[in-house]
């Protein structure tokens, strides 16, 4: 099994040594889709999942979700949280095992998720005390130094209720001179170039383990369509995610790295548990150079 570089103890004295200061954003990769975000006083957590629901729900099927990389910590030894967001129904973005412990230690946190899904997702969560909060494609939640935004996403498709509202989602955080996009689980889609560019993204956290329908299960970008992505998106940098999780379902990033390099795309790869650093120069609009890994 794959060790996370950090891990525990030291992945948690990781977050808590980061100073507060609004032109530095740090990022840890939790796994799968999963990112914590600290910027200022504020730490936003994306599509956790840190627990072993899956495997143990799969063990005994003809499609066992055996673990690749161990878990980076307890989530309920996160603390401090400011939202937490669930993309999509899908237990690898919202698990009950994972969200659980962190409304009962958060008790009022917002949750954010595509309004559809919030009566299955109070069904499995039952009475974790979440602030329910509903995005769809375009909808903005404002608070004084932050928003996110809800950006359709097609996890294989578009889909939407009676009402228009999204099944499947992506975000856009704005937190201070930072803009960030999680793309959930998404393939390519019209219109998804024409939403993303106008944000200048600083940072594009993007799936690369692809779309194959022999697995039975729903599909993602893979590694050379999420680097022309963030390209044709002009992203600052782009991070990979979904893969390393599941023998079932994973990838290597050799073929996003090389796209990057051919496209000339800014981009790091991490490890589970690792941190990023972005800062913000006082005197220019422009995010100081991380290199590729």
């Known amino acids: 099994m794959l060790l996370p570089l950090q891990q525990d103890a030291p992945l948690l004295h990781d977050i ?10 740090d990022l840890w990769w939790l796994g799968q889709s999963g990112f914590l975000i600290k910027w200022a006083d504020h730490s936003f957590l994306f599509d956790p999942y840190l627990s072993d629901s899956l495997t143990k729900k799969y063990a005994t099927t003809d499609k066992p979700h055996v673990r690749m990389t161990a878990r980076c910590l307890d989530p309920a030894h996160l603390t401090g949280l400011t939202l937490v967001t669930a993309s999509h129904l899908h237990t690898d973005h919202l698990d009950a095992e994972t969200l659980i412990p962190i409304a009962h230690s958060h008790p009022g946190l ?3 998720l595509p309004g559809p899904i919030i009566p299955d997702a109070q069904a499995r969560l039952g009475d974790a005390p979440f602030t329910y909060l509903p995005l769809t494609h375009g909808q903005r939640h404002q608070e004084k130094d932050w928003s996110i935004e809800g950006v359709a996403a097609a996890h294989n498709d578009l889909k939407t209720d009676d009402q228009g509202r999204h ?6 955080l704005r937190c201070g001179p ?7 689980d998404t393939l390519w889609h019209d219109g998804l170039i024409e939403t993303l560019r106008p944000f ?10 692809g779309n194959k329908p022999e697995r039975r299960v729903a599909g ?5 369509e999420a680097a022309a992505l963030a390209k044709a998106c002009r992203a600052r940098l782009v991070v990979p995610c979904h893969y390393d999780m599941f023998e079932f379902n994973t990838v290597t990033p ?16 991490l490890q589970n548990g690792e941190k990023l650093t972005l800062f913000r120069q006082t005197d220019a609009s422009v995010v100081a150079p991380c290199l590729p890994r």
């Open 220 to 224: 993602n970008l893979n590694g050379t």
């Open 167 to 172: 099944h499947y989602i992506g975000f856009i």
């Open 16 to 25: 808590a040594s980061v100073p507060s200061d609004q032109n530095r954003l």
């Open 254 to 269: 050799e073929e996003f790295q090389h796209a990057c390099a051919r496209l000339h795309q800014p981009h790091r790869i």
């Open 200 to 209: 200048g993204c600083d940072l594009m956290l993007l799936p690369i383990n």
């Open 178 to 184: 930072f803009t960030l996009y999680h793309s959930g």
């Open 110 to 112: 917002p949750l954010f």
